[in-house]
């Protein structure tokens, strides 16, 4: 009798405290300043939160049934693979559009910088002469 | 115990789902709506468990599973076409 109690409290705490987390993730998502910021709460806060209800809801049927329930970590597993994936490639997205960005938020990445971008690279600087034609040297062909 | 617990999950829950809501609707850019969406069938998948702790039932976990392989394929998919300005090339 004592040991169903102490599971009873076990799937409580996972319940409450995997929803606290998926609701600690959903509100920085809606209250952050930038996007970079906003993607930090539902792809850790809120993965962790799913997989402690799910974990929960394991142990409540594996009791029930008394046999071990494997759907439920089927589902954790892959929602524990698929979010990094996705936050990876929302990541992307947003940078291929370039979107605001806070003060606060660090880095330029040199594909994005378009000061970076606008300087051709010189193929044999110490030859003393270019692969490479300068719009002088073009002007001056074109001339001849 | 169980039933508080229930209740009390979701409770938060759902007010997880009206703080996605609230991102999706003015969110200032497609990359934070998608993210809401994605967020939003997490957190429905939550409330289906729930909904299968509370009817004592083990009839939900496959349209649990069914929205986390849907749910997925479909952010991939709007993020490539974000990415690409196609889906299949």
């Known amino acids: 009798m004592t040991l169903y109690v102490i599971l009873e409290a076990v799937i409580s705490l996972l319940l409450i405290g995997g929803a606290t987390f998926a609701f600690i993730g959903s509100m920085g998502m809606a209250s952050m300043q930038d996007f970079f910021m906003r993607l930090h709460g539902p792809t850790k806060a809120t993965t962790t939160g799913i997989g402690c209800i799910l974990i929960g809801s394991m142990i409540y049927f594996g009791v029930l049934d008394r046999k071990p329930v494997v759907q439920e970590l089927l589902i954790t597993l892959f929602l524990f693979i698929s979010a990094p994936v996705s936050a990876h490639l929302l990541g992307k997205a947003a940078l291929h559009l370039k979107l605001e960005r806070a003060e606060k938020t660090q880095g330029s990445p040199a594909e994005i910088d378009d000061d970076a971008n606008s300087i051709k690279p010189e193929p044999y600087p110490e030859h003393g002469r270019t692969l490479v034609l300068t719009r002088k040297e073009l002007e001056e062909k074109q001339r001849q | ?89």
Not at chain 2, 6 to 31: D, E, H
Not at chain 2, 38 to 50: E, F, G, H, K, Q
């Open chain 2, 1 to 89: 115990m169980l039933d508080m617990a229930l209740t009390i999950s979701l409770a938060l829950i759902l007010m997880a789902i009206v703080f996605n809501t609230f991102r999706l609707v003015y969110g200032p850019s497609m990359p934070d709506r998608i993210l809401a969406l994605d967020t939003m069938y997490v957190n429905s998948i939550a409330l289906i468990v729930l909904l299968g702790l509370w009817l004592n039932t083990k009839t939900y976990f496959e349209a649990a599973l069914l929205i986390a392989m849907l749910g997925f394929i479909s952010t991939v998919a709007i993020c490539k076409y974000l990415l690409r300005g196609d889906i299949i090339e």
